[in-house]
C-alpha cells in the first residue's frame, strides 16, 4: 500500500500540576504528559514551568517520574563529597557583579589579578560612564616558615632560633612553695600519724588476736559451748524414743535380735500366693483357660453358622476385645443412636434435620423456577427463543440487503444474534443523474411510440397506438420520469457520470466528511478514504488530566 501524507498538528496532554494530581490517571505506554508549574512557585523569571512525564502503562502519575531535573537532584549533586570549582574568569559577569557590590554613590571598583604574577591583584575604579583606572596594587607575601622548639635555658622556648622567656614558668616552676611542702615538715607529719592513727590500729590488731580475750577465742568458747548443748540435748531426745539401750549392745544388734524372736514358717502362705500368680496370670493371658480364650470362644461358637442378621457379631466381638472403653462406651452410643429426634447424634434427629434441610432447599429451587417461568413466558426454553429472536434478525439482515438503485449497495452481517458489520459497496461517482437520465428515456419513449405509430396503419393497429404509451415527461423525484403521469424509476448505469455530473453531489461530500465522520473514520475506516484540501491540516488533540479520549 502506497503512503499518504497528511499536514498534522498534535496536542499532547497538557494541563496544570494541580489538575494531574487531582485526576491522577495512568496514562499509556509512551504518552506523553505535558505538565504546567504556575509562575507562582518560584520561577527565575517568574513564567510558567514546563515538565513532562511518560506513561508505561502501569503506573499513575503521581507515581511517574519527571524527565526533567528536579529540585531533589540538584540537592544530591549539591551535597556531593567533590563539587566542580570555578575560577573567576570562567563565571560571566562575575567582575561587573563585584564591582557593582561594592561602588559608592558615584564610582565602582572592581578587583583583578595580576596576568603573570598570581600573588598581586590590582584595584580599579571608574566614575559611573567612565573608564577604569588602576587606583592600587596588594601583593600577598610569600609564604613563610615559622618554627618553636625547647629553649637552652630553662624557661625559654626557641622561636626561630631565638631565646625567648615564657613569663611566669620560673616562679610557677620553682617558687611556688603553695605546691610543696617545706623541708622537715613532711617528716614531722609521718612521725605524727605513726604516733596516732597507726598506733591506734596496731593496738587495735593485737587486741583481736589475743589467745585468751580476743574475738577469735571468744567465739571458740562460744561455739564449743553451742556444741556441748547440741550433744545433750540429743542424747535426751534419742533415749526418750528408744529407751535405754542394753550395755554394750548396739541398735542394730538389737533390732537383729528382735527379728530372731519374731521368725515364723510362712511356706505354706508362699506357696498358695505362687499358686494365685499362677492362676491370675492364665485368666489375664490369651491361652487355654482365659478369659479372653473364653469370651472368644464363645462368640465364635455364637456366630459359627448364624443367619446373616448376626454376621456383625464378630464385628463387634473385635470392637469389644480392642476398645480400651469396653461395652460401656459401644452402650452409650446405641444409646444414643436410638434416641429421639430432640438428642444430638440420634439416628432420628439427623434424619429430621437433614429432611428440614432438603424442605428448605426445594422451597427455594421452586421460588427460583416460578421466577425463571415467569421470565421465559410461553414461548418454550431461553435456548428455543434465542434461537427464534436470531432466526428474525437473519430474516431482518437479509432484508437489509437491498440495492439502492443499482449503485450503492448495503449490506448487513450478523453472528450469532451479533451485528459483525455494515458493508457499503459503490461509490459517490455512481448516483445516478436523474436529470439526464429523464430526458434520454424521454427520447426513447418518443422514437418508440412514433415507431409505433409509423408501423400501424390499419384501424387494428391505430387502436393499439391509441392504447399505448401517450405522455413521457420528467418524474416528481430524482432518479424517475412521468409515463402517462405516473412516475417511473429510471436505471443507467453509474460508470458513465462523474461527480462533477451530478449536481449538488460534492458539496454533499463535504457535509458528510465533518469532525463527527473524520472521527469515526479515524477509529474504523481506511485513512486513504481522506482526502485533504491544500493548506490544511488535521489537528490531532490528546486532551488534558481530565479527559479521555
Known amino acids: 500500500m502506497s503512503a499518504k ?58 507515581e511517574l517520574d519527571f524527565t526533567s531535573a528536579k529540585a531533589a537532584d540538584i540537592y544530591d549533586w549539591a551535597k556531593q563529597a567533590t563539587k566542580p570549582t570555578y575560577t573567576a574568569a570562567e563565571i560571566t559577569g562575575l567582575a561587573d557583579f563585584v564591582s557593582g557590590e561594592i561602588q559608592d554613590t558615584n564610582t565602582q571598583y572592581k578587583i583583578e589579578a595580576d596576568e603573570i604574577d598570581g600573588r598581586t591583584f590590582h584595584l580599579f575604579a571608574k566614575e559611573i560612564g567612565g573608564e577604569w583606572t588602576k587606583q592600587n596594587t596588594y601583593t600577598v607575601p610569600a609564604e613563610t616558615v615559622y618554627t618553636l622548639v625547647t629553649g637552652e635555658t630553662n624557661g625559654t622556648v626557641k622561636f626561630n632560633d631565638k631565646e625567648v622567656a615564657v613569663a611566669g614558668l620560673k616562679s610557677a616552676a620553682y617558687e611556688d612553695t603553695s605546691a610543696f611542702d617545706k623541708a622537715g615538715t613532711a617528716e614531722t607529719k609521718v612521725k605524727a600519724l605513726a604516733d596516732g592513727a597507726v598506733k591506734t590500729n596496731t593496738d587495735a590488731i593485737a587486741a583481736i588476736n589475743d589467745a585468751d580475750t580476743g574475738i577469735l577465742a571468744q567465739a571458740k568458747t562460744y561455739a564449743d559451748g553451742k556444741a556441748s548443748t547440741a550433744e545433750t540435748n540429743a542424747k535426751t531426745y534419742v533415749d526418750g524414743k528408744l529407751g535405754i539401750l542394753a550395755k554394750d549392745k548396739t541398735v542394730a544388734e538389737m533390732i537383729e535380735d528382735a527379728k530372731t524372736a519374731a521368725t515364723y514358717d510362712d511356706t505354706a502362705l508362699t506357696a498358695r500366693v505362687a499358686a494365685n500368680e499362677k492362676a491370675l496370670e492364665t485368666l489375664n493371658g490369651e491361652g487355654e483357660g482365659s478369659v479372653s480364650k473364653a469370651v472368644a470362644d464363645g462368640i465364635a461358637t455364637v456366630v459359627a453358622g448364624a443367619d446373616a442378621d448376626f454376621d456383625t457379631l464378630k464385628e463387634v466381638a473385635d470392637w469389644i476385645k480392642s476398645d480400651t472403653t469396653g461395652a460401656a462406651k459401644m452402650q452409650a452410643d446405641i444409646a444414643t443412636l436410638k434416641g429421639g429426634d ?153 460508470a458513465n457520470h462523474t461527480i462533477s455530473e451530478v449536481t449538488g453531489l460534492q458539496d454533499a461530500l463535504d457535509e458528510k466528511v465533518k469532525d463527527a465522520d473524520l472521527a469515526t473514520i479515524a477509529k474504523s475506516g481506511n485513512v486513504n478514504d481522506l482526502v485533504q484540501t491544500a493548506g490544511d491540516y488535521i489537528v490531532i488533540n490528546c486532551g488534558s488530566a481530565t479527559t479521555v479520549i
Not at 28 to 41: F, M, N, R, S, Y
Not at 397 to 421: N, P, Q
Request: charged content about 25%; some cysteine; aromatic content about 6%.
Open 342 to 494: 430432640t438428642v444430638d447424634g440420634s439416628v432420628a434427629k439427623s434424619l429430621k434435620d437433614a429432611k428440614a434441610y432438603t424442605d428448605e432447599k426445594n422451597t427455594a429451587m421452586d421460588t427460583r423456577v416460578d421466577t425463571l417461568e415467569k421470565a421465559i413466558g410461553e414461548g418454550g426454553s431461553v435456548a428455543t427463543q434465542i434461537t427464534t429472536e436470531i432466526g428474525k434478525l437473519d430474516a431482518t439482515v437479509a432484508s437489509a440487503e437491498v440495492e439502492a438503485g443499482k449503485g450503492i449497495k448495503v449490506t448487513v452481517t450478523e453472528e450469532d444474534g451479533r451485528l459483525t458489520g455494515v458493508t457499503v459497496t459503490g461509490n459517490y461517482a455512481e448516483i445516478y443523474d436523474a436529470k439526464g437520465a429523464a430526458a434520454t428515456a424521454e427520447t426513447n419513449a418518443k422514437t418508440y411510440a412514433d415507431g409505433l405509430a409509423g408501423n400501424y396503419a390499419t384501424a387494428a393497429q391505430g387502436k393499439k397506438a391509441d392504447t399505448a404509451v401517450q405522455t413521457v415527461a420528467a418524474g416528481d423525484t430524482n432518479g424517475t420520469i412521468k409515463v402517462d403521469g405516473k412516475n417511473v424509476t429510471v436505471y443507467t448505469h453509474p
Open 5 to 62: 501524507t497528511f499536514n498534522t498538528r498534535i496536542g499532547l496532554k497538557y494541563d496544570t500540576y494541580a489538575n494531574w494530581v487531582a485526576n491522577n490517571p495512568t496514562p499509556l505506554q509512551g504518552e506523553v504528559c505535558v505538565t504546567v508549574i504556575p509562575a507562582d512557585t518560584g520561577a527565575v523569571r517568574q513564567e510558567p514551568a514546563i515538565l513532562f512525564k511518560v506513561g508505561d502503562g502501569t503506573r499513575t502519575y503521581t
